[in-house]
């Protein structure tokens, strides 16, 4: 049911074996699932150094 995995790099969320972003490994162990629309309003998406629009997961084991 959870195939989605999260970038441990840039925590980029994807169903991927690679981050199609920075080509990172990904991780089925990922917790809080965050869209980002706009990262300049975003505070959280500040603070995990977000700087696109995308989903994102909170914490990446
Ligand atoms: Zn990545």
Known sequence: MMSLKAC????TV???AKCP???GETSR???GYLLV???DKSEIARKLGIH???RYALRVK
């Open 8 to 11: 441990k790099n840039c925590h």
């Open 14 to 16: 994807t169903d991927l």
């Open 21 to 23: 972003k920075c080509g």
């Open 29 to 31: 162990e990922w917790q």
């Open 37 to 39: 629309i706009d990262p």
């Open 52 to 54: 696109a629009a995308g």
